[in-house]
């Protein structure tokens, strides 16, 4: 009985959840994804965010896919960043989503906890992708790299997560019903 109950709270204490919840879509050369943290924000990005310093979140994608060769796994790369920044003189977060380089989404938000939300669920993001992509079986790893820093501060603190893999969902073809055979429609 006792192996027992040591074996299932041994599973039990591996078996975490996923720092980041992921999920894909692939639509017309348009990879959406829609990730999430399911931990806080760690202490540091906590203490920076009241303080008027650049807190990030970035969201690193890695497209891979089954491999024919050895080295060929890698597919594509892209990163989603959530930046908030306290505003002391209009007493408001400034929170900005840039998708690889361009901004997509800017905000002004009141409270701690709406920059918060911000930073740890960006929602559904897009990338475009390239068009010779594999038809082979694809999945996507994403990891979340934490770093807060000033204008003043010539070494960011920096830290991450765990890499988490989902696979990619193709979308699923509808087929239009055909007519009876011998029938044509002109």
């Given at each position: 009985?006792?192996?027992?109950l040591?074996?299932?709270?041994?599973?039990a204490a591996?078996a975490?959840?996923p720092?980041?919840?992921?999920?894909?879509?692939?639509?017309?050369?348009?990879?959406?994804?829609?990730?999430?943290?399911?931990?806080?924000?760690?202490?540091?990005?906590?203490?920076?965010l009241?303080?008027g310093?650049?807190?990030?979140?970035?969201?690193?994608?890695?497209?891979?896919?089954?491999?024919?060769?050895?080295?060929?796994?890698?597919?594509?790369?892209?990163?989603?960043?959530?930046?908030?920044?306290f505003?002391?003189?209009?007493?408001?977060?400034?929170?900005?989503?840039?998708?690889?380089?361009?901004?997509?989404?800017?905000q002004?938000?009141?409270?701690?906890?709406?920059?918060?939300?911000?930073?740890?669920?960006?929602?559904?993001?897009?990338?475009?992708?390239?068009?010779?992509?594999?038809?082979?079986s694809?999945?996507?790893?994403?990891?979340?790299?934490?770093?807060?820093?000033?204008?003043?501060?010539?070494?960011?603190?920096?830290?991450?997560?765990?890499?988490?893999?989902?696979?990619?969902?193709?979308?699923?073809?509808?087929?239009a019903?055909?007519?009876?055979?011998?029938?044509?429609?002109?």
């Amino acid at each position: 009985m006792m192996p027992a109950l040591l074996a299932a709270l041994l599973a039990a204490a591996t078996a975490t959840a996923p720092p980041i919840v992921v999920d894909t879509v692939l639509e017309n050369g348009t990879l959406a994804v829609e990730f999430r943290l399911t931990e806080p924000l760690p202490d540091t990005l906590e203490a920076a965010l009241p303080s008027g310093a650049t807190v990030e979140v970035r969201y690193q994608v890695r497209v891979r896919s089954t491999r024919k060769l050895w080295w060929d796994r890698k597919v594509w790369t892209g990163e989603a960043v959530a930046t908030a920044i306290f505003d002391p003189v209009i007493g408001r977060y400034e929170c900005e989503l840039v998708v690889d380089g361009v901004i997509v989404k800017s905000q002004e938000v009141e409270t701690i906890d709406a920059s918060r939300s911000w930073l740890s669920d960006p929602g559904r993001v897009r990338f475009a992708l390239p068009e010779e992509l594999p038809t082979r079986s694809m999945w996507v790893r994403v990891r979340a790299v934490f770093s807060s820093s000033t204008k003043w501060l010539f070494f960011p603190d920096t830290e991450g997560t765990d890499w988490v893999e989902s696979p990619i969902e193709l979308p699923t073809l509808e087929v239009a019903p055909e007519g009876p055979p011998g029938s044509s429609e002109g």
